[in-house]
């Protein structure tokens, strides 16, 4: 069983660059969520996907994030122009959607940090 | 709202001694409650879930969690605690109505077993 991936695991840049990450959720899952968990704190929901829908996203997700996942398989998060304030372990969970039963499973993290 | 509370940053205990890791939530609506484990450095690792039945859910590496609907507990359990069950473990909830797909987290509790 292979499952989520995230790449890289590691991103050091500077203040202003842009950025992309990538997940690879497990095969035949429907469903793939972004989180950013910054230090001492759980996970907080970004955005997540039904296939290549995007369904929902928190206000967290400011304009300069964006995250795609054009044909229902893979997904990316992009933050253009970065701040400092972004710097967290941005994670990805995919699941498959079976109502009440749904369970998301975690991918090891991108950790950014932004200098 | 949804919403977790862990009260515990820190739990301590010996091995071989039972442990518990305390967990309160707040629910619009019947709650659908999850344990995560999280090493350095790693995602996620799902350990067990309350949807419905049973207040008692087993789960993964000898961990329980007993549902209390009258407390809005969710307690996490082991009868007899591991070195290696040193991590950093957190309660979520999911969101209901427009929000049913994200998890909402508490902050996390470390746990240290030492020998």
């Known amino acids: 069983d292979t499952g989520v991936s995230q790449n890289p695991r590691h991103k050091i840049t500077k203040r202003g660059q842009n950025v992309t990450f990538r997940c690879d959720p497990i095969s035949e899952h429907n469903r793939l969520y972004w989180y950013r968990q910054t230090l001492g704190q759980g996970p907080e929901f970004l955005t997540y996907f039904q296939n290549e829908a995007q369904l929902e996203k928190s206000r967290l997700l400011s304009d300069r994030f964006s995250a795609e996942r054009p044909k229902g398989s893979f997904s990316t998060l992009e933050i253009q122009r970065t701040e400092q304030g972004d710097s967290a372990m941005y994670l990805c969970?995919?699941?498959?959607?079976?109502?009440?039963?749904?369970?998301?499973?975690f991918g090891p993290g991108t950790r950014l940090l932004v200098l | 709202a949804q919403s977790v509370a862990q009260p515990e940053d820190q739990v301590n205990v010996a091995e071989g001694n039972p442990l518990t890791v305390k967990c309160t939530y707040s629910v619009s609506g019947n709650p659908y409650l999850f344990w995560y484990v999280q090493y350095p450095n790693r995602g996620l690792q799902f350990l067990l879930k309350?949807?419905?039945?049973?207040?008692l859910v087993k789960g993964s590496y000898g961990f329980e969690a007993e549902f209390n609907k009258s407390q809005t507990s969710f307690h996490l359990k082991k009868p007899s605690a591991l070195v290696s069950d040193s991590a950093l473990y957190f309660c979520a909830v999911k969101g209901g109505g427009s929000t049913l797909g994200r998890l909402y987290f508490g902050r996390g509790t470390q746990l240290t077993v030492w020998p």
């Open positions: 969970a995919s699941s498959l959607d079976s109502g009440l039963q749904e369970t998301q499973y």
């Open positions: 309350y949807i419905t039945g049973d207040n």
